[in-house]
């Protein structure tokens, strides 16, 4: 009995032994291991190398720690190969990052110091890509770091490698938020988490898991989900402070966020910090995200000549606090900003801004005037204030800017103007203003986004534009066609969809597909004017 625990003792330890030992691999084998991970470090030695063998010997230590980092530690003797890589003298260690190869410049007998060498954070960062962890990585993850974006995802399937791609493009920006993303492959942690459909999104604050609900693929969103649960409600956190970058990055990536800017010891600006910190949660339940910032080169660039100074951006575009009330009063501040929000206003910009928008932005309305002048085109403003909503749900930006000599420089010699620039290339507005109908229906053909509108939906949306002007409408409901301004009366039957076809095509042709697709008869009955 004794002989038999010996035994499976002895065959223990040898285990161990065989697992602690590194593995020695060959060149072709070096080549997919770094193609396939995204860390590999390699101990180079040759067969003639005096201290070699004591060096691979210290480096088994190594070994057992770079697991922990999801780090391939691999051994490799083919010295050709080795001085391909620039590599002169053994033994010595390498380390390749997402391909990249890294030589470690001091001893290699020196164990702490190729440890710290392999796995300080500078090592361990990937520009542009999440990283990959195992389940014993993620957990220490969790405990090492208060905020941690975890991507659970299948290996291979198409919608875990898309949302893998959109979600890289930000994973440098929440970094620099000071949240770590990774990544990682596994079913039954997943299913640990509620997360039974496949990619799916977890973010864990203090290791607490808020699971993230919305589309996986629109990484903007992802980003303002981020942002906004970094912190809880009971947490007495202040305001966060951004510099150029941050504040540039929140303004690209969320829709809503509004900036204080303000100069430190100056007790206007303590007080402003105060009230605005205190509607943060309300800010909060409408989806805007709030931030400060002390910066001189962003105070500069947004023309803020009065301290402390809030700015509403609404998709990248500001709306400024008014320079002749003073910033205080918590209740103030926020029906302010509710106010911004809810206004369909058409922001007024300066020349720097203007600039910072068409260099940024693929798609863009401006309309050109001149204050001095405003009052003779009022109307016209007014009108497309009016459509400013509308070209929100298109997510297209509509501002405006009071100069005579920018429009010139855009080879617009009158103002009132309008253009649309759609990579920094202009294209003027050749409808008339004052119709908002066509101009919004430019705006969209110049965007590419300007959809026909079924024949019925045509003639419905004519006659409601048209509310003020009595027509001889015996029934309702009647069917219309205008005709140049000319109505049509229908007098037959409004459920018989061929019927209400054939005289249609009276007035217009038809594409026969586009009246296959619209012979219903619901779509039809219903539709015209109330008398």
């Given at each position: 009995m004794g002989w038999n625990c010996l035994l499976v003792l002895l065959v223990g330890l040898i285990m161990v032994r065989m697992e602690s030992v590194i593995e020695e691999i060959n060149d072709r084998q070096l080549e997919k291991l770094i193609e396939e991970n995204d860390f590999v470090a390699v101990a180079w030695f040759t067969k003639t190398c005096k201290t070699c063998d004591a060096a691979i010997a210290s480096l088994e230590e190594v070994d057992d720690i770079t697991d922990k980092y999801?780090?391939?530690f691999v051994k490799l003797n083919n010295k050709k190969y080795a001085r391909g890589l620039g590599i002169r003298h053994f033994p010595a260690i390498s380390f390749f990052k997402a391909g990249s190869m890294i030589i470690y410049a001091?001893?290699?007998?020196?164990?702490?110091?190729?440890?710290e060498f392999l796995t300080n954070e500078d090592a361990l960062e990937l520009p542009d890509k999440i990283e990959e962890v195992d389940n014993e990585n993620l957990f220490r993850v969790l405990e090492e770091e208060e905020h941690v974006a975890v991507l659970f995802y299948e290996e291979k399937k198409r919608d875990s490698m898309k949302a893998l791609q959109h979600l890289e493009m930000i994973d440098d920006?929440?970094?620099?938020?000071?949240?770590?993303?990774?990544?990682?492959?596994?079913?039954?942690?997943?299913?640990?988490?509620?997360?039974?459909h496949?990619?799916?999104?977890?973010?864990?604050?203090h290791s607490t898991p808020i699971l993230y609900m919305g589309d996986i693929n629109n990484q903007e969103e992802v980003f303002e989900f981020l942002f906004q649960n970094k912190y809880t409600a009971d947490e007495d956190v202040d305001l966060e402070e951004v510099d150029e970058e941050k504040l540039d990055?929140?303004?690209?990536?969320?829709?809503?966020?509004v900036v204080l800017f303000y100069k430190e010891h100056d007790e206007a600006c303590k007080l402003a910090q105060i009230d605005v910190d205190s509607i943060d949660d309300n800010l909060k339940e409408r989806g805007i995200s709030i931030v400060k910032t002390k910066n001189e080169d962003q105070i500069e660039m947004y023309e803020v000549e009065v301290l402390p100074k809030l700015v509403y951006f609404e998709s990248e575009i500001p709306t400024f606090w008014p320079d002749d009330i003073p910033l205080k009063g918590n209740e103030t501040i926020l029906a302010w900003i509710e106010k911004c929000q809810d206004s369909d206003v058409i922001e007024d910009i300066t020349e720097e801004m203007l600039e910072k928008l068409i260099a940024n932005t693929d798609q863009i309305a401006v309309f050109f005037y001149d204050k001095k002048e405003r009052e003779a085109y009022e109307e016209q403003l007014e009108g497309l204030e009016n459509i400013d909503d509308e070209l929100d749900s298109y997510e297209l930006p509509f501002v405006k800017i009071s100069s005579k000599s920018i429009a010139i420089d855009f080879g617009f010699e009158e103002v009132p103007s309008l253009a649309f620039f759609q990579k920094g290339v202009p294209a003027k507005c050749d409808v008339d203003l004052m119709d908002e109908g066509q101009v919004l229906k430019w705006i969209l053909l110049e965007a590419d986004m300007w959809v026909e509108p079924p024949v019925v939906e045509q003639i419905f949306l004519i006659e409601s534009t048209r509310q003020e002007v009595e027509w001889p409408v015996e029934k309702a409901p009647t069917l219309v066609m205008f005709e140049s301004e000319e109505p049509h009366f229908y007098q037959g039957d409004l459920t018989n969809s061929e019927d209400i076809l054939n005289w249609l095509k009276e007035f217009i042709e038809l594409d026969p597909a586009h009246v296959e697709e619209e012979a219903s008869g619901d779509d039809i009955e219903g539709e015209g004017v109330e008398g």
């Open positions: 999801n780090i391939e001091g001893d290699v007998m020196e164990t702490e110091a190729v440890i920006e929440a970094d620099l938020f000071g949240i770590r993303f990774v990544r990682i492959i596994d079913l039954l942690l997943a299913e640990d988490y509620s997360l039974w496949l990619p799916a999104l977890a973010f864990f604050r990055i929140l303004i690209n990536h969320i829709d809503f966020v």
